[in-house]
């Protein structure tokens, strides 16, 4: 699998940058991003049948924090789902959004493995913690 | 875990010092501007929720607004009441169209600037500094016209048909606030947040303001008039109700330069 346009480089680094000065940072935006974007994807899936407007407003909105966030790939597969319209057909539909989810996978994979450690433990912990109460 | 947005956002009374309006309902352009700058954001889905609210808060170094909104609301449509609230805080667009017409409709619309999707640290520090100068740079200079009066905010002074006078710098503010609501209703509570911020002042001492400028303006004016609204707030208007038909032509104008 080519990794190469999963990322901008740049956004990314620019991002990380932001950590320096901020620790944890890095790791709570990727934490609100997964979210967002996993509700988003959701709520699209529901709405496949009916070709509802909602759509294109969702996928313009990942779209925009996909760029934000230098998944790039992931950011273009969003802005087809946006281009949809009435007369797409509900195939073409399925076919982009196991693509996106597949490519929210490996962007997120990739993403994670960039968080600092000593955050990465932190978050790791809190979310164990978050489990633990929901249980 | 879940991300709340009620719980990700400080409480308003913790909104001292430096802060930003983030208006957008993508939770990541909040989160990256509060990095980015690394200020307290205090982030709305919608601009209607931020109206809401808009009279606990006070004037935030920058107000960040999307196009596209919760619940199919379009930033545009309010951006030109949310540029009036606070005339030295920017208000920058974010767009995450490439689309001209947007970009027009924004700056046409009171915007300071705009900014594209994907946000870029270097690029929203540079718009908002670039904005804020901008903004501190044309105050001074800013010239005031509403029927025949002409007020020159860096100067204080008033001129009219009979006359001119001179304003402290309070007053010629107060006044200029006054214009900039173009004949609309003014609130006592607004007035004293706009004008002394965190400072209590009495009822008392703002009347005695407002009898000093309405004193000015008749001296100079014969076309307008501060009207109080009792338990309401103030007005600066036109005498003649003929004369309110033209209040939509009346426009606060900045010179860039005298």
Same mark, same amino acid.
């Given at each position: 699998m080519?990794? =190469?346009? @999963?990322?901008?480089?740049?956004?990314?680094?620019d991002?990380?940058?932001?950590?320096?000065?901020?620790?944890?940072?890095?790791?709570? @935006?990727i934490?609100?991003? =997964?979210? !967002?974007?996993?509700?988003?994807?959701?709520?699209?899936h529901?709405?496949?049948?009916?070709?509802?407007?909602?759509? !294109?407003?969702?996928a313009h909105?990942?779209?925009?924090?996909?760029?934000?966030?230098?998944?790039?790939?992931?950011?273009?597969?969003?802005?087809?789902? =946006?281009?949809? *319209?009435?007369?797409?057909?509900?195939?073409?539909?399925v076919?982009?959004?196991?693509?996106a989810?597949?490519? @929210?996978?490996?962007?997120? *994979?990739? @993403?994670?493995?960039?968080?600092?450690?000593s955050?990465?433990?932190? *978050?790791?912990?809190? *979310?164990?913690?978050d489990?633990?109460?929901?249980? | 875990?879940?991300?709340?947005?009620?719980?990700?956002?400080?409480a308003?009374?913790?909104?001292?010092?430096?802060?930003?309006i983030?208006?957008?309902?993508?939770?990541?352009?909040?989160?990256?501007?509060?990095?980015? $700058?690394?200020?307290?954001?205090?982030?709305?889905?919608?601009?209607s929720?931020?109206?809401?609210?808009?009279?606990?808060?006070?004037?935030?170094?920058?107000?960040?607004?999307d196009?596209?909104?919760?619940?199919?609301?379009?930033?545009?449509?309010?951006?030109? /009441?949310?540029?009036?609230?606070?005339?030295?805080?920017?208000?920058?667009?974010?767009?995450?169209?490439?689309?001209?017409?947007?970009?027009?409709?924004?700056?046409?619309?009171?915007?300071?600037?705009?900014?594209?999707?994907?946000?870029?640290?270097?690029?929203?520090?540079?718009?908002?500094?670039?904005?804020?100068? /901008?903004i501190?740079?044309?105050?001074?200079?800013?010239?005031?016209?509403?029927?025949?009066?002409?007020? %020159?905010?860096?100067?204080?002074?008033?001129?009219?048909? #009979?006359?001119?006078?001179?304003?402290?710098?309070? %007053?010629? +503010?107060?006044?200029?606030?006054?214009?900039?609501?173009?004949?609309?209703?003014v609130?006592?509570? +607004?007035?004293?947040?706009?004008?002394?911020?965190?400072? #209590?002042?009495? %009822?008392?001492?703002? %009347?005695?303001?407002?009898? +000093?400028?309405?004193?000015?303006?008749?001296?100079?004016?014969?076309?307008? +008039?501060?009207?109080?609204?009792?338990?309401?707030?103030?007005?600066?208007?036109? /005498?003649?109700?003929?004369?309110?038909?033209?209040? $939509?032509?009346?426009?606060?104008?900045?010179?860039?330069?005298?």
């Amino acid at each position: 699998m080519n990794h =190469e346009d @999963l990322l901008e480089k740049s956004i990314v680094e620019d991002l990380l940058r932001i950590e320096d000065h901020k620790k944890g940072f890095f790791a709570e @935006l990727i934490q609100i991003y =997964e979210q !967002q974007t996993i509700e988003g994807l959701k709520k699209i899936h529901s709405l496949v049948e009916s070709k509802d407007y909602a759509i !294109q407003a969702i996928a313009h909105k990942l779209k925009g924090s996909s760029f934000s966030m230098g998944l790039t790939r992931l950011a273009k597969l969003f802005q087809e789902l =946006e281009s949809t *319209n009435k007369s797409t057909k509900p195939e073409n539909f399925v076919d982009l959004l196991d693509s996106a989810k597949i490519t @929210l996978d490996q962007s997120l *994979n990739k @993403l994670k493995t960039l968080i600092p450690q000593s955050t990465s433990r932190h *978050n790791t912990l809190r *979310n164990s913690i978050d489990l633990d109460i929901g249980t | 875990m879940s991300i709340d947005r009620k719980n990700t956002q400080p409480a308003i009374v913790e909104t001292e010092g430096l802060y930003c309006i983030v208006i957008d309902d993508d939770l990541t352009s909040a989160k990256l501007i509060e990095g980015i $700058l690394n200020v307290v954001v205090f982030s709305f889905d919608r601009s209607s929720k931020f109206i809401e609210k808009r009279e606990q808060l006070k004037s935030p170094i920058g107000i960040f607004l999307d196009v596209h909104l919760a619940e199919g609301e379009c930033g545009l449509d309010e951006l030109n /009441k949310i540029a009036q609230y606070w005339p030295k805080t920017p208000v920058i667009v974010i767009t995450g169209d490439t689309d001209d017409e947007i970009i027009g409709q924004a700056l046409g619309g009171g915007a300071h600037d705009f900014i594209s999707k994907p946000l870029r640290a270097g690029e929203v520090r540079a718009r908002l500094n670039f904005s804020r100068k /901008k903004i501190e740079e044309t105050i001074d200079n800013r010239i005031f016209e509403f029927a025949d009066i002409h007020l %020159d905010l860096k100067y204080g002074r008033l001129k009219g048909p #009979k006359g001119e006078s001179y304003l402290s710098h309070t %007053d010629a +503010e107060l006044l200029a606030h006054f214009i900039s609501a173009c004949g609309t209703l003014v609130s006592k509570t +607004e007035i004293k947040r706009y004008i002394w911020g965190e400072i #209590k002042i009495s %009822d008392n001492a703002l %009347d005695r303001k407002i009898f +000093e400028i309405r004193k000015a303006v008749r001296e100079v004016s014969g076309k307008a +008039e501060i009207k109080s609204h009792y338990g309401k707030g103030i007005t600066l208007q036109r /005498k003649s109700h003929n004369d309110d038909q033209l209040i $939509l032509a009346d426009k606060a104008i900045q010179l860039v330069s005298r």
